[in-house]
């Protein structure tokens, strides 16, 4: 039993970890990959350090084995094959009493608030889990969680087969919304200045745009024959973004919400009133999303496999965050966490 633990400006250590016996409502998971994610990139970048407080062990993107049972779990046996959905909710607040646990008022986030997965070894609570189909590998089952947020990004946004939509950045999350927004019927549009993403987006069938090179809003206009775009998905947390996503949005088009501003941007509120536009806000996600992901995935409505940029084992942790750090156009780096 290891595990990685992220302990500031940039660095891991990898340690011995400790192995506990799952509580009754708890399983213990033998990890097979875990993926490194935007959050993770700004953790290791030192931006998070009061809220993760090093030591810790990171990560949410994840496959594993079950390899123990608590006393009171039901539904699962020891060889399933999951993923961790890894919200951790109260289930007491007036949100959880809704039924909106992703939002709960006291939500802890796993591999953030708490310890995460880059370990050889990870007990969870057993209401976290997701079985994966025998046509989904592990690989593959690591790249569930994002996928996740693109479900949750695009049932958000109510968009249906034949509408038009444009995502404003081309980045991991940004290409799965575009994936998710095709396997729905929808027409789609990528903006992104990096080259080799808009390639990416070309190779995953939807069309795709420089906005510093191209007058976006004139693009879109000509798309769509002057109607703007049914619904517009914010995913690049930058200011061109936001003022993009007005301009291109047709007469009650929806703007869905999907980057983190940690500063508070200008909004054209002016074509809200306009335009009659509805600004949606999208954060990670629900059960069901998780389901629909794994069903895109097993049933080949959405190739994961392109997204996968590297794979390196645990003890090489910092290497795979450190390729990531250079070669900011790639997708997604996977660790493995049980490789001899």
């Not at 046996?77 to 709960?104: F, M, N, Q, S, Y």
């Not at 190779?203 to 745009?209: D, I, P, Q, T």
């Not at 049914?230 to 061109?240: A, I, L, N, Q, R």
């Amino acid at each position: 039993m290891i595990a990685a633990q992220y302990i500031g400006n940039k660095g891991f250590e990898i340690i011995a970890g400790t192995e506990n016996a799952p509580a009754a409502d708890e399983v213990k998971l033998a990890v097979g990959y875990v993926g490194i994610c935007g959050t993770d990139m700004h953790i290791y970048h030192g931006v998070m350090d009061q809220r993760v407080k090093p030591p810790q062990t990171i990560g949410h993107e994840m496959s594993g084995t079950v390899t123990e049972l608590g006393s009171d779990v039901s539904g699962f046996a020891i060889g399933d094959r999951v993923v961790v959905r890894p919200l951790d909710w109260c289930g007491e607040c007036p949100t959880c009493k809704a039924g909106l646990t992703h939002i709960c008022q006291n939500l802890k986030f796993m591999g953030i608030d708490t310890p995460g997965a880059f370990q050889s070894n990870w007990t969870v609570k057993a209401r976290t889990l997701h079985k994966l189909p025998a046509s989904v590998d592990l690989k593959q089952g690591a790249l569930i969680e994002p996928l996740s947020v693109a479900c949750h990004d695009i049932r958000r946004s109510r968009l249906k087969a034949g509408e038009k939509a444009v995502v404003l950045g081309g980045g991991p999350i940004g290409q799965l919304v575009a994936a998710v927004a095709k396997s729905v019927g929808a027409e789609v549009l990528v903006s992104e200045p990096n080259e080799s993403r808009r390639a990416f987006a070309d190779e995953l069938g939807v069309k795709s745009v420089n906005p510093l090179e191209t007058d976006l809003a004139a693009y879109v206009d000509d798309w769509t024959e002057t109607k703007g775009a049914d619904v517009v998905f914010e995913v690049s947390g930058v200011k061109p973004a936001i003022d993009a996503m007005t301009q291109v949005a047709g007469r009650r088009g929806r703007i869905v919400m999907v980057a983190i501003h940690s500063q508070k941007p200008e909004i054209d509120l002016f074509q809200f009133f306009w335009k009659e536009l509805e600004l949606l806000g999208a954060r990670v996600y629900e059960g069901e999303d998780f389901d629909w992901a794994i069903d895109l995935i097993a049933s080949g409505e959405v190739d994961i496999k392109p997204f996968i940029s590297s794979v390196n084992t645990l003890k090489d942790i910092g290497s795979a965050f450190a390729s990531m750090d250079n070669n900011p156009q790639g997708m997604k780096a996977l660790v493995e966490c049980n490789a001899e």
